[in-house]
């Protein structure tokens, strides 16, 4: 395994960058990015222009500030109002596919998901985010179109790849189990799995936010990044995994 290419993949929600102590801060956030330098970070809950979050572009500040490139996909848009999901990395980066997700009635907001293929080096790795809903049966009809032919499901979605996101299911349910049928969950090792939570980030208490990854893809470490600045910087925790490249 000795000089094989390595990779560390980000999945964060971070809660339009307002933290537990009230304060509204995406530099806050591009300093938990530099601190821990992954290659590749998937962001979700991003505001631009929001009059919420003083009306500022929170997924260019975060990237100009960590020096990474950016794509970027509005699920909610109202006026010069947007909000949704971020794809970050060093390397070169080409934005394949973004768009809505499917809904069901009674759903809180929209949701929808992003996929760019980065260059690693000479190799293209595959990164997909989303942050699905609230409610079961949501899930079950946006991880079904996921699995589908405009997502995992293209042709040219091929191995190595890796899918990210705040999924709102933790392992053991049924939406969970059918994006386990296609890809691996970067924590999964069997009977002797121990899930590390990432929800609430003051007091963690479920395995909401998610890396999984085709089989090519081997795991050399994974870690919940809990500490004093995590801890106060979003609701949620960053997961960060480091994959062996094939």
């Not at 631009?48 to 509005?74: C, K, N, V, W």
């Not at 386990?180 to 395995?207: E, I, K, Y």
Request: one cysteine or more; a positive charge; glycine letters at 8%.
């Amino acid at each position: 395994m000795a000089g094989r290419r390595r990779v560390r993949i980000m999945t964060y929600n971070v809660h339009r960058c307002l933290g537990a102590d009230g304060t509204v801060s995406p530099e806050r956030i591009a300093d938990v990015i530099i601190r821990h330098e992954p290659d590749v970070v998937a962001l979700q809950e991003l505001d631009i222009g929001r009059a919420r979050t003083g009306h500022r572009d929170q997924p260019e500040l975060i990237a100009r500030s960590a020096r990474m490139r950016h794509a970027f996909f509005p699920a909610v848009e109202a006026a010069h109002e947007r909000y949704g999901d971020a794809i970050l990395t060093r390397f070169p980066l080409d934005l394949v596919r973004c768009g809505s997700l499917p809904t069901v009635a009674f759903s809180l907001e929209r949701r929808g998901a992003l996929w760019a293929q980065v260059d690693c080096d000479g190799l293209p790795l595959q990164v997909l985010n989303t942050h699905l809903g609230l409610g079961r049966r949501e899930r079950l009809v946006q991880i079904e179109a996921l699995v589908g032919g405009d997502w995992l499901g293209d042709a040219t979605c091929q191995a190595p790849r890796v899918f990210c996101g705040d999924f709102n299911t933790w392992p053991g349910t049924q939406a969970y189990g059918r994006l386990r049928q296609v890809l691996h969950n970067a924590q999964d090792r069997g009977r002797h799995t121990w899930w590390r939570n990432t929800f609430p980030s003051r007091c963690p208490m479920v395995c909401i936010d998610h890396v999984m990854h085709s089989p090519d893809l081997k795991v050399r470490s994974v870690e919940v990044l809990r500490n004093r600045l995590t801890r106060v910087a979003s609701d949620h925790l960053p997961l960060i995994v480091e994959f062996t490249l094939p």
